[in-house]
Structures are given as C-alpha cells and as structure tokens.
C-alpha cells in the first residue's frame, strides 16, 4: 500500500493530535478511499516510524465519590458466555485432574490468577480467577484474542481495582507460559 507523501504527512498529524488506531483507520478509509484492516493500519504507522500518542491520563476521583451501585466496574465488551466450558480440567483420558500442582498460579495484591494445564475447549488457554473480594470465576481467551469471564455468581463485577489487578497478573503469567 502506497500513500503519497502529503498523505503520510497527514497521518502524522493525526496521529500528533492523539488520534487512535482505529480512528486513524477510519479516516484513512474517508478521506483517502484506502481501505486497510486494523492490524494493517499498525503496521502502516510502524513502517512511517510514527508512534502513538499516549493515552490520557484519568481523572482522579473524588474521595467522596460513591461507589457504582452493583459495587464493581462494568466490562466493556459482552463476550457470549457459552464459549466458556464450565468443567475443570480433565485428564487426557477424560478423568477430572485431581493434582492442584497442575496449575500454574500467581497473585498481585489479593487477586490470585490459575493457567489450566489443559485447555478448555475452544480456547487457547483458560483459567481461574478469584478476587480480593473471594469471588471467583473462569477465564478463556480464544484464537482471536477475545477474552472471556463467567463469574460463579450471576451478575457479579468485579471492582476496577481487581480488573486491573487481574489484567496485569494474566498478562504476566502468559507470558511465563510462553503466549
């Protein structure tokens, strides 16, 4: 893909402006008629040598700020629960795995963070999660990268804290893992 270089000085821009990837992709698709996929739109901004601008930092809240009504965060994206299997992990010959060793676990603050030893179906790794309020649920992350959480307990979330908490220990034990 060829941009001329009026284009490109654009791009820099935007992306100077604090622009996103995806709003760099959307433009690039109005205002250029190029039409490039998110992942090509990234590789487009490294290949200029352009970097994204950071994101903004949050507001602190205020210490007499009350707490959402249902007492967590809400997630961003519904992801269809029945992509997680609820069973635990299973023996190569359909037996449950009774070893607590064959989990690969680890905790930041008070959320602790498990890796299956054996996958989940349909997943490319799963796991279980409890939280510093003793809630507990199972993740799964699948081929395309989508995370999925199902709660034990219908309805609940999280707080932000766990949620940040829970998003750093997974992403530093798949990366012990090798993902």
């Not at 820099?12 to 622009?19: D, E, F, I, N, P």
């Not at 008629?33 to 602190?60: C, H, Q, W």
């Not at 989508?146 to 750093?168: H, N, T």
């Amino acid at each position: 893909m060829k941009l001329s270089a009026e284009q490109k000085q654009t791009v820099a821009q935007w992306l100077k402006k604090g622009a996103s990837i995806a709003e760099v992709q959307r433009r690039l698709r109005e205002e250029f008629e190029v039409s490039l996929t998110y992942m090509d739109t990234r590789f487009l901004i490294d290949d200029l040598g352009l970097n994204l601008a950071p994101p903004p930092k949050p507001k602190a809240e205020p210490a007499n700020a009350a707490p959402a009504p249902d007492g967590g965060a809400k997630p961003d994206e519904v992801i269809d629960p029945e992509f997680v299997d609820e069973g635990d992990a299973f023996a190569e010959d359909g037996e449950e795995s009774a070893d607590p060793a064959s989990d690969v676990s680890g905790a930041v603050g008070s959320v602790k963070v498990e890796v299956d030893r054996l996958m989940r179906p349909g997943s490319v790794v799963s796991g279980n999660v409890t939280f510093s309020d003793g809630n507990s649920g199972t993740w799964a992350l699948d081929q395309y990268g989508r995370l999925v959480f199902e709660a034990k307990i219908k309805g609940y979330r999280p707080s932000k804290d766990d949620l940040q908490a829970f998003q750093r220990e997974l992403s530093s034990q798949l990366q012990r893992q090798g993902y």
